[in-house]
C-alpha cells in the first residue's frame, strides 16, 4: 500500500474524463479481521461460481493520501483505475469475487465499501464505517454482504505477505487470483495472473491540483512560470494514466475461463510455452529469479489452441508447500478470531 504525504486542503484530486477520484472512510482504530479463513460457504448470490481473488492496491486503485476526519475516523483518498466500475460489474456476475489486500482491516474495510457503494452503487454493508461503530456500540447495524474481504493479517505475513491459496477453503481448481505483485502467488503460478501495475505520479498529480486552485483562487498567478508548468505536467499524467486498458483487457480472458470447470487448466491456454518455468518453485520463490521477475503471472492477449503441458511438480516443491502449510495452521492458530 503507497501513501503520499498527508494533506488537508481538497477531498477529490481532480477528475477526468476516465479517471475518477474519490475518498473512502474508515476506522482509525485497527480491529480483526471481518471474515474468518476458511472463509465462510459461498453467499447467495455466488453459489456454485468459481472464485476470484482481487488485490486491490496498485491492482484496481492507487492510495494518493489520507488524514484524520474525526476522532475516531481515517479518510483515504485514491484514485480508481480507469474501466473499474465496467469490470467489477462484469466480472461479480461471473465469480465470487474476493478481495485481499495487504493493507490493514481498517484500510481494507474502507476500500471495499467505497467501491460497493460509490463504484458499483450496492447496498452498503458492514465494511461501511458508520455500520461499524453501530455494531461496535450493539445498536442495530446492517447485515448485508457484498463481497468477502482479507487483509493483511490473513496472509502469510512471514512470507512477505503471501496470498497462499489454500488459506480461502475453495477447492483450489475453482480460483484464480489477480493482482499486480508476483509475491503474493509464488506457490500457485498455474492459478495466477499478474495485473500491470497502477502507479499514478503523485506528486505531479497534487501539485496539479494545486495549481489549478491557485489559479482560480487569484487571477494574479496565471503567468506563474511554476505553475503552468505544474500544470502542464499534471495534464500529461492524467492523460497517461486515461490511456490504461488493462481491466478492459482482461475481461476476454476471464470470460473464458469463468466458464471452465478447471480454471487453472483453462488458463494454461493462454501462457506462453516458458510459462513451464514457473513449475519449479525454487524459481518462484527466488526474489531475483528471471522466471519470478518476468514469466510469473504472464499472460498472452489471446487464447491458443493447445494448452501449455500440465503442471510438472519438481522434487523440491513439496517442501515449499509443506512449510507454507505448517505457516498457515500456526497462524490460524495464534490469530485472534474474525469480528464475525
Known sequence: MAFATLFTRTRALFSGRKLQTLVAFGLRQEFSPLWPLPLPPQLPQDVGKPTLVLDIDETILHTYGMRLETEDTVAFSLCLRPHLREFLEEVKELYEVVFWTAGTASYCSAMVDAIEVQVLQLPRSLCNVDEMKRAASKAPSTDNVNFYALSRTQTLEEENYMKYLPMLGRPMHRVIVLDDN?????????NAVKVP??????RALMEYSQAVSLMKEDGVHRDDASLLEAIYRGKAEVA???????????????????????LPRELDHWRD???VRCDDFR???NPLSVTRQRV???????RRDTPIPPLKVHFMNQCFLEEANTAMRSQQMRRARSRL
Do not use: C, I, N
Open 182 to 190: 508476483v509475491r503474493s502467488f509464488p506457490l500457485h503460478p498455474r
Open 283 to 285: 524459481e518462484t520463490m
Open 240 to 262: 497517461r494514466l486515461e490511456k490504461d486498458q488493462a481491466l478492459l483487457q482482461l475481461l476476454p480472458l476471464l470470460r473464458r475461463v469463468a466458464q471452465a470447470e478447471d
Open 197 to 202: 501495475v497502477f502507479l499514478p505520479d503523485d
Open 296 to 302: 510469473l503471472g504472464s499472460v498472452l492477449s489471446s
Open 273 to 275: 510455452d516458458e510459462y
